[in-house]
Structure formats: structure tokens, C-alpha cells
């Protein structure tokens, strides 16, 4: 096993994915284009993103900011096809990929160079697979831990090959301290006392920093200091199958509906009975003639039957059939549906660097509930006594004013 110093891992990071997608199924529009869910805004393309727009943003304020958008609404079991095809495509050049979340994964790139010419071959290759598969321009980057990899990626331009890092602590020491996932606490409390880069806040003594900001912030710390030992964990090996031959193929999309639909129920027991999630699906199908295809789609955090069931009416639209033409229109002898990244279904572990959109729906539905019912229904947590270690002594209660 390599040693950690050897360790190499790869982000893979397509901003605003779901208008970025939006962009490939309709280029004829010129226009800035934003994707739209709920009143806000799940997808912003780059020229978008030039003039302010964000994933989260209001739709409202997001429109102000961008006027002249093309505004899509939210097609996300489409999304989620797509998903799958680009970490099956990534997939081929790493032993492990590790889904986060649509336009967010990490690759395992440790000890890849003897197959690659270089790291930066390497690299390039993922980007181009990915590329050729959803027609999707992606940023990697590339470094030690996973925190200095996503800011890699975050700094990279697509189109323009991978972002190496070689030393974790050199990068990150000049760069603003709002890089680290701290919350805004404790970025006013660091900026009253002088800290402004994440090198400064790395040469804090740890028991001061736990002493000063909480424990919370020392994951940061480390992380600051160029420690980060989370793994790539791959959640797309550990499967479940099943598989159906036709006695007289089919040549109709309803009955390949009806069988998937019947496998995926079944599938779908199995997995409740374990307590496992599924992460995504891939169908495979061989057709009379001759010839297979396969095709997946990303199911995202703790899938049940609905959500399996759309995604994969989508997959068997998707079929190309076996000599490349839209719609599979041939005969299918087989099918097979396997339902892979399984895990337990405790819980999923949040990305510290993905939460904004999230946090901000959160905080319109909390107004909503708020305005509905009695005052101090809803509570929210504030800063008392940000000194105290002690998480029961920090922070007090005060009821959230509704939304206006």
C-alpha cells in the first residue's frame, strides 16, 4: 500500500452542473442559462457565474443580477443520467470514484504515473473521457488530501488540463481563510484577531485553537496545516443484480418498463431488508442482432422506489440500440439491472463544502414555518458566549422571525 506521503487524489468538478448540462441539450441558446427549482437557483453556467449568480441564490435576486438569462426548470432525473454516464466514464481510469454530489466526486489517483506517462496525462485523460462521454468541460485538480485537491479544482479553468499541487501547505498558506470550511463566527472572530490567510491560522498552537474557536475548528486546523486523511471511498463496487432473458425479444418500451419495473421492486425489497442504500443504476441490455449497451444513472443519498423507477424510464429512453441510432427501436434478448454503491442507511456524511444551497433552503422553509405558526415555534441557535469549549454554553435559542 502506498505510504501517505505517496498519496494522490483527485477532484473532479463541474460548477453549476445542472445548467452546464442544460447548455449540451440546447445549444442553440446563446444566453446565459439558469436552472431553476423551488424559487431558486440550482444551476448557473459559467457566463452566469461571471456576473454573480450562484447555485442557491434566489431566483428573484439571481435574475437581477443576470438579466438577459434563459431560465430552464429543474430536469433533475436527467441530471442524474448524466451523472452516471460521466462516473462511468471517470471509473475507467481510477480504482475508486467517490460521488458527492451532481458536478462533485473524488478520484483515487495514487500510484497511476507507471499507466500514464505522466500525472498530467493521466489527468487529462479523465477530463477527456468525461468529455466524450456527456460532452461536459470539467476542472480537476489534483493533491495530497481532498480539501487542497477541491480548492485545485476550484482554481482550475475547464478546457485547460488538470491543476497539479505538490506541496498541500505552500498552496494553502496565502489563501483567504473563507477557503477553510470555518463558520462565520469564527471567520469574524479570526479577522479581529489579525488572521486573514490559512497560514497564519496554521501556525496557531492546536490547544489555542480549541481553546479560542471550539473544537469544531480544529478539522480545519489540520486541514490548514496540510492534514486531511479522509480516503476516496468508493461506493461503486458492492452490488446487487438482477438479470431477465426474453423468451420472444421485446421490441417495445413498455415491456422493457415492465420487467425493470419488476426487477427494481424486487431489488428494492432486498435492499430494505439489509438497511442499504443505493447510490445508482446501471442497465445493460443485448439485443437480438447482436451487440450490448450499457447505461447508468446517479441516484444520489438514501434512493427509494419512485426515484428508481423515474431514473430508469430514463435509461431505456436513453438506449441507443445497436447501431448508434436515437431510439433502440431492435429487439432486446436480455436486460440486466444492478444497483450499485450500496451502504448503509444511517445517515450520509455532508460535504463542509457544498452546504450553501442547502442552508439556504433551509432558512426560507424555517421563515415559511415561522410566518404559519405561533411565535417561538421555530428556534434557532445564536452565538452567546463564543469563548466557552463547551457547545452547551455557547450558543442560546431565540425565536426566527418570519418571512416578510
Not at 114 to 119: C, I, Q
Not at 129 to 152: D, E, F, N, P, Y
Amino acid at each position: 500500500m502506498p505510504s501517505h506521503s505517496a498519496r494522490r487524489i483527485a477532484c473532479l468538478l463541474i460548477a453549476g452542473f445542472a445548467a452546464e448540462v442544460e447548455r449540451v441539450r440546447h445549444p442553440e441558446i446563446a444566453a446565459p442559462l439558469l436552472v431553476h427549482e423551488g424559487g431558486q437557483v440550482l444551476g448557473a453556467c459559467s457566463l452566469a457565474r461571471e456576473q454573480g449568480v450562484r447555485e442557491g441564490d434566489p431566483l428573484q435576486q439571481a435574475r437581477a443580477r443576470c438579466p438577459g438569462a434563459r431560465l430552464l426548470p429543474a430536469d433533475r432525473p436527467a441530471y442524474e443520467v448524466v451523472w452516471g454516464q460521466l462516473l462511468m466514464a471517470a471509473a475507467d481510469h481510477t480504482p475508486a470514484v467517490e460521488a458527492v454530489a451532481p458536478g462533485l466526486a473524488y478520484l483515487d489517483a495514487t500510484g497511476l504515473v507507471p499507466l500514464y506517462p505522466s500525472e498530467t496525462a493521466w489527468g487529462e485523460a479523465v477530463l477527456s473521457a468525461v468529455q466524450r462521454a456527456v460532452g461536459v468541460s470539467a476542472r480537476l485538480g489534483i493533491a495530497r488530501t481532498k480539501c487542497v485537491a477541491q480548492l485545485a479544482a476550484t482554481d482550475a479553468r475547464p478546457g485547460q488540463g488538470p491543476n497539479l499541487v505538490q506541496g498541500d501547505r505552500a498552496f494553502l498558506a496565502p489563501r483567504p481563510l473563507a477557503d477553510l470550511p470555518l463558520d462565520d463566527e469564527t471567520l469574524r472572530r479570526c479577522s479581529l484577531l489579525g488572521l486573514r490567510t490559512v497560514g497564519q491560522f496554521a501556525a496557531l498552537p492546536r490547544p489555542s485553537v480549541a481553546e479560542q474557536f471550539g473544537p469544531e475548528a480544529l478539522t480545519s486546523h489540520d486541514w490548514a496545516r496540510g492534514r486531511d486523511p479522509r480516503p476516496v471511498q468508493s461506493r461503486l463496487c458492492a452490488s446487487l443484480s438482477r438479470r431477465h432473458a426474453f423468451a420472444v425479444p421485446a421490441r417495445d418500451a413498455v415491456a422493457l418498463h415492465a420487467i425493470l419495473a419488476e426487477l427494481g421492486a424486487a431489488l428494492m425489497q432486498n435492499l430494505s431488508r439489509r438497511g442499504l442504500a443505493v447510490r445508482w443504476a446501471r442497465l445493460r441490455v443485448r439485443y437480438e442482432e447482436g451487440g450490448s449497451e450499457s447505461v447508468a444513472a446517479w441516484l444520489g443519498n438514501g434512493a427509494g422506489r419512485p426515484k428508481l423507477e423515474r431514473a430508469l424510464h430514463w435509461l431505456v429512453d436513453g438506449l441507443q440500440g445497436p447501431n448508434g441510432a436515437t431510439g433502440w427501436g431492435a429487439g432486446v434478448s436480455e436486460l440486466s439491472l444492478a444497483l450499485t454503491g450500496l451502504e448503509p442507511l444511517v445517515g450520509k456524511q455532508l460535504d463542509l463544502f457544498a452546504h450553501r444551497a442547502d442552508r439556504l433552503r433551509l432558512e426560507g422553509t424555517l421563515r415559511r414555518l415561522a410566518q404559519r405558526h405561533a411565535p417561538d415555534t421555530v428556534l434557532r441557535p445564536q452565538v452567546a458566549a463564543a469563548d466557552t469549549p463547551l457547545l452547551s454554553r455557547r450558543y442560546v435559542l431565540h425565536a426566527l422571525e418570519a418571512e416578510t
